[in-house]
């Protein structure tokens, strides 16, 4: 069985603070996602890596970034956190190749005060 | 730009009924639609996977509809429980495109 765990499942944090998300799979997949949802917006896309020290920004990267230094473990970065990226944080993975099943983590629920 | 949309956002049924919770996107240039489940606070678990070439996808008394045409896909759960009260979420891959696109979820609530 696949498995994305990460590495936190509640965090608070103050404004200001960097914060790090940490997300690691043990199948050899090739694509790793970071998503953000927030209630009646769904899941949105904040970066995507396809391939170590590979990235693509999603749809919503600002106040983000993202490192990927070995294929199993893809970190999100707040810099400078705000309370407006308080949310629940969802990693997910995929094989090589388009199309595939996206494997989810169980989530971090992030409370920036 | 692709939109995918989830009607009704909560719905509520007793057990044993059998129910239909509907998905629509606005562009059909799709590559595949997945239907996911999600248990609060938890993560997402993939239940079925429909690719653009077929129509249909069936797992126990899960069965997941395509119709491209129209934008349109149902996933039809036959015999509600309460174990599957759940938010249940749609999203679409686009030909082309590496980025899925989730719809905001149907909140599912079974009552014994």
Redesign the interface.
Known sequence: DVK?TQSS?YLVKRTGEKVFLECVQDMDHE?MFW?RQDP??????IY?S?DVKMK?K??IPEGYSVSREKKERFSLILESASTNQTSMY?C?STPFG??K???????T?LLVL | KQEVTQIPAALSVPEGENLVLNCSFTDSAIYNLQWFRQDPGKGLTSLLLIQSSQREQTSGRLNASLDKSSGRSTLYIAASQPGDSATYLCAVLNTGGFKTIFGAGTRLFVKA
């Open positions: 994305v499942r694509n998503y009646g917006l769904g899941l949105r896309l995507f396809y693509e999603g749809d969802l997910a388009t199309g099943t996206q494997y989810f983590g169980p989530g629920r």
